[in-house]
């Protein structure tokens, strides 16, 4: 499989510091080991080559093409009617991510630079508009608002973009929504709070996310727009729709999260991201690592490899059904939350219900 670079787009109005921020970027990102090209558009002609050298001797004289190169570096300079960043993005196949400097209308996700006395607000089209990055509290439309960073702290914005560059790239989502919902007396999937399904408000996180491919375990009911998984080990609780989602997942990691904890936000999530991304890019990952809060630990509120299903369907045919003695057995982590414990509030009984719904 040929590896597919990153392009993320940093854009912004003329003169709102792209270039200063792409070039405080790339040392953090090369901190974690990884290849970095750049590409930039520019609205008008560019001067191809430096008058008085060989090369640009040889354009003068007619050559569409010309090429020179060190034992270190080459340099290309070709003349083309048409030229696009997908076409240059091939000429660097090692690179881990590729920034794009502009490209404001484009549909790649980006980064907005606003920056006091520039601009007032964002101009790029909000589809692939992930963040603005300012140094003022920028006003945004309430539907349409995403996450405002610190123009002045490049390594938040880094940490920022490598988030996401590892969630579209290495990451999947499953909902744990089976079970039989005894307690409650109908399936916890398809109560409605704030007018959606719980099953609908945890896949949307993922999607706001960025998770491309979200899997639903163990649904019965007919109010699903994702792909459902049926257990191929019946009756073995959470361990079953592990193993079977596992085996359907493309993705080395997948974030795991229940149906029935409906008040988890994006940003709880998105800090369990960045720690288990974190400890892997710096050497130090664990096969799992899932949410802490208090002195109580959520074994199906993490993110696990997705090459465990083996060790999973191991542990099932051996007798063996619980998931955090599962994960004593293979090693993990923690993410510790202080966000206030009502957020994790396990919603089984219709008292809960009712008691969430006046919240």
Known sequence: MIKQPFLFAVSGVKNSGKTTLITKLIPIFRKYGLRVATIKHDGHDFETDVPGTDTYAHMQAGAYGTAVFSKTKYMIVKQEETASEQELAESFPEADIILLEGFKYSDYPKLELVRKDNAEAPVCHNHGLIAVVSDFDVKQSQN??????????????????????????????????????????????????????????????????????VFVSGYQGRMCTER??????????????????????????CLVMTVDVPLVTVEVLRTLI??????????????????????????????YQTNLADAIETEIVEGKGRVFCFLEKIGYDVSESDV?????????????????KQM
Not at 171 to 180: D, H, I
Request: charged fraction near 30%.
């Open 144 to 213: 349409k608002a995403v996450p405002l960073l610190d123009l002045n702290d490049p390594d938040a914005v880094a940490e920022f973009i490598l988030d996401y560059w590892f969630i579209v790239t290495s990451l999947s989502m499953m909902v744990l929504a089976g079970g039989k919902s005894s307690r409650m007396g109908k399936d916890k999937s398809d109560l409605l709070y704030e007018g959606q399904t719980f099953l609908q408000r945890q896949i949307d996180k993922g999607k706001a996310l960025g998770i491309a491919d």
């Open 228 to 253: 459902i998984v049926k257990d191929r080990y019946l009756q073995k609780g959470p361990l079953g729709g592990l193993e079977a989602t596992f085996r359907e997942v493309n993705t080395p990691y």
């Open 274 to 303: 960045r720690g288990f991304r974190r400890a892997w890019m710096e050497g130090r990952g664990k096969a799992a690592c899932v949410l802490k809060h208090g002195e109580r630990i959520e074994p199906l509120l993490g993110i």
């Open 340 to 356: 206030p414990e009502a957020v994790f509030e396990n919603i089984n009984w219709f008292e809960d219900y009712e008691k969430m």
